[in-house]
């Protein structure tokens, strides 16, 4: 069984990006089959981080030049990864019913993998919303910033309003210790909680780091074998903290029925 776990933030540049390409990156190098969806439509930059040029994007499914299957490329470290693409429009003005021809026809993968991430765009936007839905778990990215806060909190009603979405996994990233992460992430319980009826349960920091900063700039992924040091291990812990995260039953179309 795939468990598909959506990583999603209110605002842009929280960090989605970085903390689902090495989250995935962690769960295969312990051997994990793992697919990463690059579904930040029209900003999709996954593979700039992971450091490779795929040939095949998600594009190209869409527009029915190719079968789900061609359009996933594996990494060196055997991670699986499907390209957001850059023909922008094709994906940004996807319909309903194009989006499910998308979700539905990951039932055609030959070969299912163990988890599925998914990096999708930042907002409430539908196509966020939708890929959020169909997805078993989700995981919110928050700084300590109060623009972060509110545009997280509004994200999360509007997917507990719209969609029955109730289980969020909080990762926060940018933080300076542990100590300040819980003390922002139980801030932000308090808040979120006090007027939805959601659960919210922290599953890890990440904090600032050049190395990280470095890993962005050279286009050479953090997370690689035999490279061990205290920053892959907040994805290796994040990875960890995955089975607490309770799944959703939303009722939408998931990725693997
Ligand atoms: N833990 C971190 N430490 C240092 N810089 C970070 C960290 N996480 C993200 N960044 C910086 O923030 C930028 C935006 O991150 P990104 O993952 O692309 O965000 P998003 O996908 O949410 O837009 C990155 O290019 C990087 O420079
Ligand atoms: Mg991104």
């Known amino acids: 069984m795939t468990t598909t776990i959506a990583i999603a933030s209110g605002k842009g540049g929280v960090g989605k990006t970085t903390i689902s390409v090495n989250l995935s990156l962690s769960l295969a190098l312990q051997s994990k089959e793992t697919l990463l969806l690059d579904a930040d439509l029209g900003m999709a930059n996954s593979h700039i981080l992971l450091g490779i ?8 499914f869409v527009t029915g030049k190719s079968s789900i299957d061609d359009v996933i490329t594996i990494t060196k ?7 957001g693409g850059s023909a922008i429009n094709n994906l940004l003005n996807l319909s309903d ?4 021809k998308i979700i539905q026809s990951f039932n055609n993968i030959k070969k299912r993998p163990e988890y599925m991430l998914i990096d999708v765009g930042a907002g409430a936007e539908a196509s966020s919303m939708s890929f959020m839905a169909s997805s078993d778990k989700i995981i919110i990215v928050l700084t ?4 972060s806060f509110i545009d997280a909190y509004s994200l999360i009603k509007a997917a507990f ?5 109730n289980n969020f996994g909080i990762v926060l990233n940018m933080t300076v210790s542990e100590m300040q992460a819980k003390l922002n992430f139980n801030k932000f319980q308090s808040i979120t909680q006090k007027f939805l009826d959601v659960n919210l349960k922290y599953l890890g920091h990440v904090n600032s780091s050049q190395r990280i900063r470095n890993s962005i700039i050279s286009r050479t992924p953090l997370m690689s074998k035999n490279n061990k ?3 892959t291990q907040y994805f ?7 089975s607490l995260l309770d799944s959703n039953n939303t009722g939408s179309i998931k990725f693997f029925d």
């Open 53 to 60: 040029n795929p040939k095949f994007t998600l594009d190209d």
């Open 77 to 83: 470290d055997k991670l699986k990864f499907i390209s």
């Open 97 to 100: 019913l194009e989006r499910h």
């Open 144 to 147: 300590g910033e109060p623009t």
């Open 161 to 165: 309003l719209d969609y029955k979405i």
């Open 229 to 231: 040091n205290s920053d």
């Open 236 to 242: 290796d812990n994040i990875s960890q903290a995955l």
